[in-house]
């Protein structure tokens, strides 16, 4: 993953945020096969702070979105 890419876990009502690692990816999962965790969400922050028109920010979120399509299809 990317350093950009991060998991959101709710564990005991309290999110959290791990890494994008292999390491956290694994953990996770044995934490959603053990019911310690419902639902794990991938994510990807995208910095717009520099966005000078309309199709900037689109195109950067298109970007973004286009980077998630593998963690998508591996759920599918």
Known sequence: MTDSVYYLAQ???VSQIFRGTEEN???????VANGA?????????VN???ATSHSHVL???QVALESL???YDATR
Do not use: E, T
């Open 11 to 13: 564990i005991d009502g």
């Open 25 to 31: 990816r694994i953990l996770l999962c044995d934490k």
């Open 37 to 45: 965790v419902r639902k794990v969400l991938v994510k990807k922050d």
């Open 48 to 50: 717009l702070s520099q």
């Open 59 to 61: 195109h950067h979120m």
């Open 69 to 71: 399509i593998p963690y």
